[in-house]
């Protein structure tokens, strides 16, 4: 089975930017053109981004 995909047009959620996305997955990170937070795509049926998550530094342990 293929994954789905979506293509669009949806909110930044940090600069309210109108973002145009393209065969999108679920859960993918993109980032905004207008002022570069990254977004994780959290619903491609209705499209929506939401900030990343951030990553924990690895130190080692």
């Known amino acids: ?10 909110e930044c959620p940090e600069c309210f930017a109108e ?17 570069g ?3 994780e795509v959290v619903s491609i049926d209705p499209l929506e981004v939401a900030p990343a998550p951030e990553e924990e530094e690895d130190w080692g342990e």
Do not use: H, R, W, Y
């Open 1 to 10: 089975m293929a994954l789905k995909t979506v293509s669009g047009t949806t």
């Open 19 to 35: 973002i145009e996305v393209k065969d999108v997955m679920e859960n993918e990170i993109i980032q905004c053109p207008e002022c």
């Open 37 to 39: 937070v990254d977004l």
